[in-house]
């Protein structure tokens, strides 16, 4: 039985990973730095895995001195570690970057087999954008270290496809350009599958989105739709939503890097080849009930 290390996995990827892992027989390791969110629904629907981990090891991959032990016994590393929406003061390059280094160095010095790691699709086009930059930076170091690895290149995600469907309940969707770029995001259990199969597959880099390709003037009318509402979009331009970032900078970088980079991914195409079984408009169904619920 071949042993995994999953790191991210109280994450919105992370925890599709796990489920996918122990339902092809892997044994597995979960890194988390707060254990409970294992044994919860997340906030975009991701599954609650606690059951399904062999062994959870209590970790902050900022901090080397709580990664002893982290690799010991493990074949295959997978990581879906970064900052997307948390607020703990540390920086892209302390985690996105540092943090999975971390996980490398001790990966190369125990008899791991392949290391699994996940960026971001069309990156080459970004890495002005830090964030961007810390995950591809990570990329050379694994594709330097001589360790068995294949990086995944995913469009965006459905939990951030979230956002649209809170605005459309709220009754405006506020979209930066004209709405007519494509995209064809993906929902997390057909994007841990792909990450699941990398552990035999030959390719090192895998780009990858969902089945269907949308405009994003599309997303916003599919997520009115979800509540019977006619659409009501309000149209920002870029230059103007730039503004906004830099006047936010100095308050929370972190968040202002991450919004240049959903500005600047907005503004062309990001089709990637296509997989999986999961549409948006189901998701959204899905999430809505859910949010009706709880209020
Ligand atoms: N969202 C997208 O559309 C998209 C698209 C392409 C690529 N990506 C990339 O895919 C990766 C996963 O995305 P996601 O949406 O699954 O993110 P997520 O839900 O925020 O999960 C990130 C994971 O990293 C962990 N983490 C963050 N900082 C940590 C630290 N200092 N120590 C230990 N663990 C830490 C989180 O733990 P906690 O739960 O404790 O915070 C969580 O398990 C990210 O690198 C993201 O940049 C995302």
């Not at 969110?37 to 991959?61: M, N, S, T, W, Y």
């Not at 290149?153 to 956002?163: K, L, V």
């Not at 230059?239 to 600047?264: C, G, H, Y």
Request: charged share 25%; glycine share 10%; net charge positive.
């Amino acid at each position: 039985m071949l042993r995994v290390l999953i790191a991210g996995s109280t994450g919105y990827l992370g925890k599709f990973v796990v489920r996918e892992f122990k339902k092809r027989g892997y044994w597995v390791r979960a890194l988390a730095r707060n254990p409970k969110k294992l044994e919860q629904i997340g906030p975009f629907l991701e599954p609650a895995v606690r059951g399904q981990i062999d062994e959870i090891f209590v970790g902050e991959v900022a901090k080397p001195e709580t990664l002893h032990g982290l690799c010991d016994g493990i074949d295959i590393v997978f990581s879906s570690i970064g900052i997307t929406r948390q607020k703990d003061k540390l920086t892209y390059r302390d985690v996105d970057y540092q943090g999975n280094k971390n996980i490398l160095d001790i990966a190369l010095t125990k008899s791991v087999k392949k290391f699994i790691y996940v960026s971001v699709f069309n990156a080459h086009m970004f890495e002005y954008l830090e964030i961007v930059k810390a995950h591809e930076d990570f990329v050379r170091d694994l594709q330097d270290s001589g360790l068995e690895y294949a990086i995944i290149r995913p469009t965006g995600y459905f939990s951030d496809m979230s956002e649209s469907l809170k605005m459309a309940k709220s009754g405006r969707v506020y979209m930066i350009g004209d709405g007519g770029n494509r995209i064809n995001p993906i929902h997390g259990a057909d994007l841990a599958a792909v990450c699941v199969d990398a552990v035999t597959g030959k390719e090192h880099e895998i780009p990858v989105g969902g089945p269907v390709i949308y405009s994003l003037k599309e997303i916003a009318e599919l997520a009115f739709a979800t509540f019977g509402k006619n659409p009501k979009i309000t149209l920002i331009p870029p230059w103007l939503a730039r503004l906004a970032t830099r006047v936010i900078r100095p308050f929370n970088k972190q968040m202002s890097d991450l919004a240049e980079f959903f500005i600047a991914a907005g503004q062309g195409d990001g089709v990637a080849p296509a997989i999986g079984r999961h549409t948006l408009g189901s998701y959204y169904q899905e999430l809505a009930s859910r949010w009706l619920k709880e209020n």
